[in-house]
């Protein structure tokens, strides 16, 4: 995948989907095989572990869907956007950061998500 906006929404799609099948091939096209994913409550590696980790925040926050709340920053190899999960009647459950890492191919090598604000100076 060359774009990362198209990138970063592939994965924000596979967060978003509830069926383990239909979300593989998301995970596949967005990450890299060894792929790393850190937040603050669960991590994932590789396509199974980071399938796991959605796994996990269907069973929490059902229905609930990621939307992606800012262009996405880059440079270098790194990136940056923010997010919100959203409950089926539109209340906001947790917003954040994601700041990542590139593979040589364009699709993701690690994320890590910070939930909230910045704290203050």
Excluded: C
């Amino acid at each position: 995948m060359s774009d990362i906006t198209e990138t970063v929404d592939t994965y924000l799609s596979a967060w978003n989907e509830p069926d383990p099948a239909k979300r593989a091939p998301l995970i596949e096209k967005a990450w890299v095989a060894g792929g790393v994913l850190q937040d603050p409550p669960l991590d994932g590696t590789g396509y199974d572990g980071i399938s796991a980790a959605a796994d996990a925040l269907h069973t929490h926050y059902a229905g609930h869907r990621f939307r992606r709340t800012s262009g996405v920053d880059t440079h270098h190899d790194m990136f940056r956007f923010g997010w919100e999960l959203v409950g089926p009647d539109g209340t906001v459950a947790i917003a954040g950061l994601d700041v990542g890492q590139l593979a040589g191919d364009g699709r993701l090598q690690r994320i890590t998500g910070f939930f909230g604000d910045l704290p203050a100076a």
